[in-house]
T-cell receptor, first 113, second 114 residues
Framework: AQSVAQPEDQVNVAEGNPLTVKCTYS??????LFWYVQYPNRGLQFLLK??????LVKGSYGFEAEFNKSQTSFHLKKPSALVSDSALYFC???????????FGTGTRLKVLA | DADVTQTPRNRITKTGKRIMLECSQT?????MYWYRQDPGLGLRLIYY?????DINKGEISDGYSVSRQAQAKFSLSLESAIPNQTALYFC????WGTGTDEQFFGPGTRLTVL
C-alpha cells in the first residue's frame, strides 16, 4: 500500500534561514509526489510535484523539493524562509493505478522574525 | 481563476441529523474528491469520482454517501451525523489526461456535530 510519512509535527526556523520539511514515502511502482500548503482558514494549495525527470523540482513561492529514490524521500526546501511561509505543509503521493491521493499528517512550519 | 466552491462553510448540527455538503467547480475537471481533515491525521479520502457514473469509496467511507449530480457538482451526505464526524471537510478536483496531476481544493466546510 502507498503511504507517506511526515516525521515532524512542527518545524521552527528563523527568518532568512534555510528551511527543510521532511517527507518519506512508500509506493509500488513509480512515485508521483506532491507538496501542498494550507494557510489558516483556507484550502490546500499546490506547491510542486515530482513525476519524472530532474530530482530537484522547483515550485511556487521559491520552494523546491529534492526527490531521492534510494532514501524514498521528497523533502521540501527553501533557501531563505519568510515569516509569510508560516503554514501547514502536506506531502502527498498519488496511486498510479487508482488516481487516489494519499496525504501525510502535515507539518506546521513556523518562521520566527 | 476558476473556483472550487463549497457550501456551507460552517455548519453545526445535532447527532442523528442528515447533513449534505455541496461542492461545485467551474474548472471543467472530471475528477472530484471528498476529504476530511482532522488534527494530527492529515487528510483522509472519503469518496472520489472520475465522472458522473464512476464513484468510488475511499479509506473512510463508512457513515458517508455521495452523489455526482453533474460533472461540476459532487455532494457529500452524512445520513445520521455522529460527533466523531466533526471535522473540516474539503472537496478537490483534478483534470484528466492533461499530464497535470495536482488537485485544486475548495475552501472547506467546518462541520460540528453535537
Amino acid at each position: 500500500a502507498q503511504s507517506v510519512a511526515q516525521p515532524e509535527d512542527q518545524v521552527n526556523v528563523a527568518e532568512g534561514n534555510p528551511l527543510t520539511v521532511k517527507c518519506t514515502y512508500s509506493v509500488s511502482g513509480n512515485p508521483y509526489l506532491f507538496w501542498y500548503v494550507q494557510y489558516p482558514n483556507r484550502g490546500l494549495q499546490f506547491l510542486l510535484k515530482y513525476i519524472t525527470g530532474d530530482n530537484l523540482v522547483k515550485g511556487s513561492y521559491g520552494f523546491e523539493a529534492e526527490f531521492n529514490k534510494s532514501q524514498t524521500s521528497f523533502h521540501l526546501k527553501k533557501p531563505s524562509a519568510l515569516v509569510s511561509d508560516s503554514a501547514l505543509y502536506f506531502c502527498a503521493v498519488r496511486d498510479g493505478g487508482t488516481y487516489k491521493y494519499i496525504f501525510g499528517t502535515g507539518t506546521r512550519l513556523k518562521v520566527l522574525a | 481563476d476558476a473556483d472550487v466552491t463549497q457550501t456551507p462553510r460552517n455548519r453545526i448540527t445535532k447527532t442523528g441529523k442528515r447533513i449534505m455538503l455541496e461542492c461545485s467547480q467551474t474548472k471543467g475537471h472530471d475528477r472530484m474528491y471528498w476529504y476530511r481533515q482532522d488534527p494530527g491525521l492529515g487528510l483522509r479520502l472519503i469518496y472520489y469520482s472520475f465522472d458522473v457514473k464512476d464513484i468510488n469509496k475511499g479509506e473512510i467511507s463508512d457513515g458517508y454517501s455521495v452523489s455526482r449530480q453533474a460533472q461540476a457538482k459532487f455532494s457529500l451526505s452524512l445520513e445520521s451525523a455522529i460527533p466523531n464526524q466533526t471535522a473540516l471537510y474539503f472537496c478537490a478536483t483534478s483534470p484528466w489526461g492533461t499530464g497535470t496531476d495536482e488537485q485544486f481544493f475548495g475552501p472547506g466546510t467546518r462541520l460540528t456535530v453535537l
